[in-house]
Antibody, heavy 122, light 110 residues
Framework: QVPLQQWGAGLLKSSETLSLTCAVH????????WTWIRQSPGKGLEWIGE???????NYNPSLKNRVTMSEDTSKNQFSLNLTSVTAADTAVYYC????????????????WGQGTLVTVSS | QSVLTQPPSVSAAPGQEVTISCSGS????????VSWYQQLPGTAPKLLIY???QRPSGIPDRFSGSTSGTSATLGITGLQTGDEAHYYC???????????FGGGTKLTVL
């Protein structure tokens, strides 16, 4: 099995809620922050936020009002909800494991999920 | 508009060397470590360099990373056609309290 496997609805209408889930198949769920990152068509990467096994979250301030992340430690899964989507939220969404130092100054992401294309139509 | 600035594209011939720059500020590259990711067409990004200059297991030593002040550089030697991909830099940003990325650089091996 791939280390991270993600799934969720790929086609939404404006104002609906985006919901994605990522399963951690390899390695420990505890001790890491689990992250969502998105990539808009033809553009770079954008960090959405993160959650750890205890439910502690950190969100990108630009999305904070619409983002909720949750975790299910019994299944080694974590999820992303993004409310009130618009065309601007059309992107490939990736889950990834964050590896970092205690102060986050040394941070990287490995591995990554396969990505889910989410298209928002009006 | 990405917080970290990368050139949109670079190109070089097979066997040659190329560098990709990533420019930031004192709230990110100037005060943290940098990571680099390789994204082959149609695939998810893959960790290439972490902790500014460390390579994960399986990444050849043709790939290297460095920083100077508020800029980072990815170097690739002995270019191969299989290196054609988009490359992204990333770093923790203390102002955002999150990770910021560059806009990506498309490498073409002519």
């Amino acid at each position: 099995q791939v280390p991270l496997q993600q799934w969720g609805a790929g086609l939404l209408k404006s104002s609906e809620t985006l919901s994605l889930t990522c399963a951690v198949h390899r390695g420990s769920f505890r001790g890491y922050f689990w992250t969502w990152i998105r990539q808009s068509p033809g553009k770079g990467l954008e960090w959405i936020g993160e959650i750890d096994h205890s439910g502690t979250t950190n969100y990108n301030p630009s999305l904070k009002n619409r983002v909720t992340m949750s975790e299910d430690t019994s299944k080694n899964q974590f999820s992303l909800n993004l409310t009130s989507v618009t065309a601007a939220d059309t992107a490939v969404y990736y889950c990834a494991r964050k590896v970092s130092s205690i102060d986050d100054r040394n941070t990287w992401f490995d591995p990554w999920g396969q990505g889910t294309l989410v298209t928002v139509s009006s | 508009q990405s917080v970290l600035t990368q050139p949109p594209s670079v190109s070089a011939a097979p066997g040659q060397e190329v560098t990709i720059s990533c420019s930031g500020s004192s709230s990110n590259i100037g005060n943290t470590y940098v990571s680099w990711y390789q994204q082959l067409p149609g695939t998810a990004p893959k960790l290439l360099i972490y902790e500014t200059n460390q390579r994960p297991s399986g990444i050849p030593d043709r790939f290297s990373g460095s920083t100077s002040g508020t800029s980072a550089t990815l170097g690739i030697t002995g270019l191969q056609t299989g290196d054609e991909a988009h490359y992204y830099c990333g770093a923790w940003d203390s102002s955002l309290s999150g990770v910021v990325f560059g806009g990506g650089t498309k490498l073409t091996v002519l």
